[in-house]
């Protein structure tokens, strides 16, 4: 069919009318499909459908405790599944559709599945053109997590889903390359008095403390203590979850490539190097101009490309702080981590 390529067992539909009807249908009858979003790309099923919801894990290979994120089209749609408090619609109304994912009481019809048996429920209005006329052609909750292997990095175009997932999963739908390329910021507002950040992201703590007028507390995020707290990973490796195989060393920003000798085959900086420094080793970089939306959105296609190469160490440089560099840094943070 035109507008269809097989590799390996997976279709990839273009990200035109043909393509969103064909995975909208797909999902209608409890498929699961990636899909784009303006973060990263995700593994989605109907959210109502417990055996839709239960390939999902499977094909991510995801541990049951770990919940997922419920996408949405429209606001209307949210009080069926979530209690929502005033301080919701004031975050939805500045960032949604959006890189925002909020945490709220869930209400029933929400299965246990997609939120490990908790009583909150991760809610998003994603605004990426594809996934929106998605979510409005099938009329359905999506069950979303990052489309990659459980504690890889994330995917941010239909090819990174189709190296790692290729032979897992029927069906993605092309949407080009997402416009962050980092993961969601995820505010816990099931105590609507004391929000705390559970995963940073493009959207930074001080735009939403600003919006919503009260401070933003930093948690650490709820899988890392649930793991913990199971056994299921032991203390300090959770940290793996954005894990390239290539072993990564972090750098100071600013760090002086010229002078400093590097253990390592190749060398990230944050910036284009004004010249490429002499030295037997590869030198790669996250952004032309040192911008950091740049550096963001290039950062896991980067890892990617060097685990492809097959290095064993690389040296990266990390952003400046603040703002999404924080977030970059958050993600190096954990790609750096040792098991
Ligand atoms: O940008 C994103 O958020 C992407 C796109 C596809 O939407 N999704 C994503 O999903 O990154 P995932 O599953 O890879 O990460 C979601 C995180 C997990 O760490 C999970 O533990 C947390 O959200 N989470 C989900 N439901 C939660 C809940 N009820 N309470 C606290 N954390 C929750
Ligand atoms: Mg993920």
């Given at each position: 069919m035109q507008g269809i390529e097989r590799y390996m067992s997976i279709c990839i539909h273009r990200g035109n009318a043909d393509g969103i009807k064909a995975v909208a249908e797909l999902l209608i009858s409890g498929e699961v499909v990636a899909l784009p979003t303006e973060t990263v790309y995700g593994l989605a099923?109907?959210?109502?459908?417990e055996e839709s919801v239960r390939r999902i894990f499977e094909i991510k290979m995801r541990p049951l405790i770990d919940p997922l994120i419920v996408h949405f089209y429209?606001?209307?749609?949210l009080e069926k599944i979530a209690f929502i408090p005033p301080e919701a619609i004031t975050l939805a109304e500045h960032?949604?559709?959006?890189?925002l994912t909020i945490v709220l009481n869930k209400r029933?019809?929400?299965?246990?599945l997609v939120t490990a048996s908790r009583e909150t429920v991760a809610v998003r209005m994603p605004a990426k053109p594809e996934m929106r006329e998605v979510l409005n052609r099938c009329g359905l909750y999506l069950a979303a997590?990052?489309?990659?292997?459980?504690?890889y990095v994330s995917p941010t175009s239909a090819q990174h889903v189709v190296d790692s997932l290729g032979d897992r999963l029927d069906a993605v739908l092309d949407?080009?390359?997402?416009?962050?390329g980092l993961e969601s910021t995820i505010i816990n507002l099931s105590h609507p008095e004391s929000p705390s950040i559970l995963r940073k992201g493009p959207i930074a703590a001080e735009s939403l403390e600003e919006v919503l007028g009260r401070e933003v507390a930093q948690e650490s995020s709820v899988l890392d203590s649930e793991m913990r707290k199971s056994g299921l990973i032991a203390p300090g490796?959770?940290?793996?979850?954005?894990?390239?195989?290539t072993q990564i060393q972090l750098q100071p920003n600013g760090f002086n490539a010229l002078r400093d000798k590097l253990d390592c085959e190749a060398i990230v900086l944050f910036q284009r190097p004004t010249e490429i420094p002499h030295q037997n080793k590869q030198f790669y970089w996250l952004s032309e101009t040192g911008n950091l939306a740049e550096a963001g959105k290039n950062l896991f296609k980067l890892l990617r490309n060097l685990d492809k190469k097959g290095l064993q160490k690389v040296s990266i440089e990390m952003a400046p702080a603040g703002g999404l560099g924080d977030t970059i840094n958050d993600r190096l943070i954990r790609a750096a981590a040792k098991s």
């Open positions: 099923a109907n959210a109502l459908d429209d606001l209307n749609q960032f949604w559709p959006g890189a029933p019809i929400v299965p246990d997590p990052s489309a990659n292997p459980f504690g949407g080009g390359p997402c416009e962050f490796t959770l940290s793996k979850h954005y894990s390239p195989r």
